[in-house]
């Protein structure tokens, strides 16, 4: 695996791929790998020739300075868990590669970006969408691949790539849990202990009311008692929980065929993502598991 640290290097290796007919897919990182970006790797690995992980700690989705200086930087171990994988490039861009003097140039989506983590973090999805623009052009990359566990994020990459008509197909893959149901983060080290116990209810409530909108239930009932029971579990405080429509982030009032519960929450100054499907089409799924379990 070569490690690469300007794009004009980059740019050399892709041209000669391109050249030979060899597709690019790419997985962007903040490094801090953990399984849920190995897998992505596997996923770019299964439709692409050659794979490029980046890794690029990108100051501009920071909404703190602090949460900036406290986020890890582990490039060495990073790369030892990226060469068993055939990872071709590891691209760990110099700040200036990005940003170069007088970077002037904002990339924001409207529409998706609003609400949920848009609302509670002010400008992070503009920092999200200009460097991923970035990343997708310097690597020239036919496909790249993203965790659904940042949902609204891969929405708001979904939408930057149609409207900027870039050639490179986005693919959203499922979140990766632990055996206990906690969707991977680089953030779940923070947790200490009891905090660590306390984290899976938040996968366990979230599927507990999307079976309740599926089965019918109100949705304002649901997300009611699950904010509940979150509260109840020892969370500290909810940022948000709501159900959006799945393509669009619109925000739904009934169920819909295809919804997404979306929550943010706070546990011992740790703040936790995670989402669900809700629909029609899961709730069929729900029907077969259960017509198999009564044979
Ligand atoms: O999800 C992340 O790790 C980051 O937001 C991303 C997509 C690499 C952009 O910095």
């Known amino acids: 695996m070569k490690i690469i640290r300007r794009k004009s290097d980059l740019r050399i290796l892709t041209r000669n791929w391109h050249r030979a007919g ?5 997985v962007p990182t903040m490094g801090a790998l953990h399984a849920g970006h190995l897998s992505l790797v596997e996923a770019a690995h299964s439709r692409a020739d050659r794979v490029i992980v980046t890794l690029f700690v990108n100051p ?3 909404n703190k300075a602090e949460d900036l200086k406290k986020y890890p930087r582990t490039e060495e171990s990073d790369a ?9 490039v590891l691209y760990v861009p ?3 590669e990005i940003y170069p003097d007088g970077f002037a140039t904002t990339v924001s989506v409207s529409g998706v970006s609003a609400g949920l983590c848009g609302a509670t973090r002010p400008g992070h999805f503009d920092g999200v969408a200009t460097v991923v623009t970035k ?19 891969l929405q708001v990459i979904k939408r930057l790539a149609i409207d900027l008509d870039l050639k490179v197909e986005i693919v959203g893959c499922p979140t990766i849990r632990e055996a206990d ?3 991977m983060s680089s953030r779940n080290l923070r947790l200490n202990s009891t905090a660590r116990d306390i984290a899976p209810v938040i996968k366990k409530v979230l599927s507990e009311a999307a079976t309740d909108i599926e089965r019918g239930q109100s949705v304002r009932l649901a997300v009611g008692s699950a904010r509940n029971g979150l509260i109840e579990a020892g969370l500290d405080s909810i940022d948000y929980l709501e159900l959006r429509r799945a393509s669009d982030l619109a925000p739904l009032e009934t169920s819909c065929e295809s919804g997404r519960l979306l929550v943010a929450a706070w546990l011992q100054g740790v703040r936790l ?3 669900v499907p809700v629909g029609i089409s899961s709730l069929s799924g729900a029907k077969h598991r259960l017509t198999v379990q009564s044979n």
């Open 135 to 153: 990343l997708l052009l310097q690597t020239d990359a036919d496909c790249a691949f993203f965790g659904e566990k940042d949902y609204q994020q």
């Open 80 to 88: 030892q868990k990226l060469v068993p994988l055939g990872v071709d």
């Open 181 to 183: 149901g906690l969707a």
């Open 94 to 96: 110099k700040p200036e």
């Open 60 to 62: 501009r989705q920071f």
């Open 273 to 275: 993502i995670d989402n």
């Open 22 to 26: 060899k597709s690019i897919g790419v």
